[in-house]
């Protein structure tokens, strides 16, 4: 399936601009505290191993893991749902059977 594109006159931005005038721009939380995933899902905007990669994030495979702070899990989240719009695709399909075997062998 060929990428999703932005029309030329209205590019996605990591960016928001402060109010004020001459404000320097300000940040999201998942780019302040976890830049190296806001890289991830700009490379793969549009592409359906976003989705792949969303589910690495939601799901523990490593174990103890503490988890994403709320301010960055809303924003992970919220991409999360916009790119399903552009892309659906069933985002647990492959990984919820096997981690349901997994908590059965450990039940």
Known sequence: MPRYRFPASNPPTAEVASPGDGAAPCQCALEAQFPHIL???????????????????????RGGRAGFPPEVWDEIHTLLRLHQEILPEP?????????ALDFMRTS
């Open 39 to 61: 890289s991830a899902i700009q490379a793969l905007w549009g592409y359906k191993e976003l989705n792949t990669y969303f589910t690495k994030l939601t799901l523990d495979e």
């Open 91 to 99: 985002l647990f399909a492959t990984n919820i059977s096997r981690h």
